[in-house]
Each structure stands twice: as C-alpha cells, then as structure tokens.
C-alpha cells in the first residue's frame, strides 16, 4: 500500500454518499447529537462542504467549519470514523493539522471553539488530549437519552 501520509482535503460532491453510513452509528456525533436518525437527506447537508482526513490513502475522518461571526468566532465540527484516532497521536495531529488550516488556508481569525456533548466521551477527552481550553458550558441543552445534557464549548 502507498503511504500518502496525513491529507486534508475539502470532500468532493461524488464522495458525500460514501460517507453518509458512518451516521448509522450511534456515537458518530458530527454537527449532530441522534446520527442515527437523521435521513439520507440531512447526511448529506451535514457532509457538503466538510473536509476528509486522510491517514496512508484511507478516510479516517470528518470536519466542518460551520459558523464564521465577523472573523471574531468560528464554529469547528471534528470526528473520526475508527475510535482509536481519539487515543492515538495520529488523531492528534490530524485535528491540529485541520485546525490549523483553518487558520492559515481558511482565514479563521479570532476563537476557533467547538461544541461538545457531554455524552461524547471520547471528544471530551480528546479535546483535553489536544490541549483545547474549556470556556464554557450550556448547561442542559441537549436532550437525549431521556434526559438534559450540557454542551461543552472548548476553544483553540
């Protein structure tokens, strides 16, 4: 197999179909908190005009500038198809690699934050892992499971 290495590249309109089974998953949280329900059609909403990451030639995962406020804020989605890439140093430098393109290639200026369910176990961490600070929380704003949840603001 070729190692192309780490590639971060906008997704392109023919690939979105491929991706949409990755929502089939219950813990897939990309700009979602119920992946599992949502349709064909909104899968699609959510992965148009996302960025893949790729590691050695395979797509490994998803992100999203969603919000940009008058250069002063921008909104970040991330996740990852394998949940390894949340514990290993790979998964690391693909974030910071995509979070630093948008601010060198993307011109994100100001605070890159992004939303966390407190139920993403493995983004909460791995926002810590990455060294990402923890401004803030809204408390009860999701609910799922039965139950209010917070939402976790971390900034870059």
């Not at 919000?67 to 974030?95: H, R």
């Amino acid at each position: 197999m070729t190692d192309c290495g780490i590639i971060i590249r906008p997704v392109e309109e023919h690939e979105i179909r491929m991706f949409t089974r990755y929502f089939e998953r219950e813990n897939f949280y990309f700009a979602t908190k119920r992946p599992d329900t949502i349709n064909t059609g909104m899968r699609y909403e959510l992965i148009r005009g996302s960025f893949i990451f790729f590691d050695t030639c395979e797509p490994v995962g998803l992100g999203k500038i969603t919000d940009k406020i008058d250069g002063l804020l921008t909104k970040v989605e991330l996740a990852f198809f394998d949940e390894a890439y949340y514990s290993n140093n790979k998964g690391e430098v693909i974030a910071r690699a995509f979070l630093d393109n948008c601010v060198e290639i993307y011109n994100c200026s100001g605070v890159i934050y992004l939303m966390v369910f407190e139920f993403d176990a493995l983004l909460l961490s791995f926002c810590e892992k990455l060294g990402l600070r923890k401004c803030g929380v809204l408390r009860s704003a999701v609910y799922k499971f039965g139950k209010y949840h917070d939402l976790e603001v971390f900034s870059y």
